[in-house]
């Protein structure tokens, strides 16, 4: 009797390196935000990548080294895009809108990136390694008091404040929705950016 051939082999597709690195920063931004950073572990991130822990360090020489990446993209990507915005040419209310647009469709779009954030800042502040992320922050907030600062010279606002107390009342009702937003309720981020951009300007 003739015996039956083996299967053949199936040949495992070799996943793209910047898929899969993608995926680990978005594991780890997520049990960072979920567990904390002192509780989550290089394990708990390549379990949830579905990768080896010691193919994981294939990409990543540490935990640290995981949240220098996760924060160099997040505020690398805020930083350009708060830039474009500002930097358009659109009236200055726009500009302030488009700002908050922006903000809640990030929270909608990645909120644990946001969280890791948030949670880290005061953390991070003077510790080596780490200094792009004061830097990268202060050139951030620079952008939003301008923004806001040509807007109310505009006249736009109905109330004359500081703007420092107007940024960082802005700043915290925008940012601080991370807290309590979810993408899956009914009024989704544009439509909640409009409500707070209504409650701002004092317009109806």
């Known amino acids: 009797m003739t015996p039956e051939p083996a299967p053949a082999r199936r040949m495992r597709v070799r996943e793209d390196p910047a898929v899969r690195r993608q995926a680990i920063l978005d594991s780890a931004a997520t049990l960072f935000a979920r567990?904390?950073?002192?509780?989550?572990?290089?394990?708990?991130?390549?379990?949830?990548a579905e990768i080896q822990s010691g193919s994981l360090y294939h990409y990543f020489a540490s935990k640290d080294a995981l949240l220098e990446a996760v924060l160099r993209e997040f505020l690398a990507d805020l930083a350009a895009a708060t830039e474009a915005i500002v930097g358009a040419d659109a009236p200055p209310r726009q500009r302030v809108g488009d700002l908050v647009r922006h903000a809640l469709g990030l929270i909608a779009e990645r909120p644990a990136w946001v969280l890791t954030y948030q949670n880290e800042f005061l953390r991070l502040v003077g510790q080596p390694g780490f200094e792009f992320v004061a830097e990268q922050s202060a050139a951030i907030e620079a952008a939003w008091v301008r923004a806001l600062s040509e807007s109310a010279d505009a006249g736009d606002f109905a109330v004359d404040v500081p703007v420092d107390v107007r940024y960082r009342l802005v700043r915290d009702a925008t940012w601080t929705a991370v807290r309590w937003y979810r993408a899956d309720e009914a009024a989704d981020a544009a439509a909640l950016a409009e409500h707070y951009l209504a409650v701002f300007y004092g317009t109806h």
């Not at 904390?36 to 708990?44: C, E």
């Open 35 to 48: 567990r904390g950073y002192a509780d989550t572990t290089v394990r708990h991130i390549a379990d949830d």
